[in-house]
Nanobody
Framework: QVQLVESGGGLVQTGGSLTLSCTIQ????????IGWFRQAPGKEREGVSC????????YYADFVKGRFTITKDKAKNTVYLHMNNLPPEDTDTYYC????????????????????????WGPGNQVTVST
């Protein structure tokens, strides 16, 4: 049974850093794209970052470029989201998701930013950035 186990969220001050982890059990990450999304209450889930199975290409939403980095540890079957220089606007619940598709740029056939391209989600991990 495939399970996504998330960790690393919490409370951090403005300008601080956090690293989220998503360990995917019983799934070979060589064949899956992994994305990070976030969602606030009453809002749609929005894409943050993705590491595609297509060449390991990485993608970022404009609002996190230069601050967030997505990495993958194949030995641990874990994908990380390293978040730096956090402002209060990054407060949200963060979710990792899996997709069997070779996700690519927005506008391509399989768009990493489209949440409907993902078929499985973790339970969510709260990140709170205080002022």
């Amino acid at each position: 049974q495939v399970q996504l186990v998330e960790s690393g969220g919490g409370l951090v001050q403005t300008g601080g850093s956090l690293t989220l982890s998503c360990t995917i059990q019983n799934l070979n990450l060589d064949y899956w794209s992994i994305g990070w999304f976030r969602q606030a209450p009453g809002k749609e889930r929005e894409g943050v970052s993705c590491i595609s199975k297509a060449g390991g290409n990485t993608y970022y939403a404009d609002f996190v470029k230069g601050r967030f980095t997505i990495t993958k540890d194949k030995a641990k079957n874990t994908v990380y989201l390293h978040m730096n220089n956090l402002p209060p606007e990054d407060t949200d619940t963060y979710y990792c998701g899996t997709s069997f598709r070779p996700l690519g740029h927005m506008g391509e056939r399989y768009n990493w930013y489209n949440r409907f391209e993902y078929d499985r989600w973790g339970p969510g991990n709260q990140v709170t950035v205080s002022t």
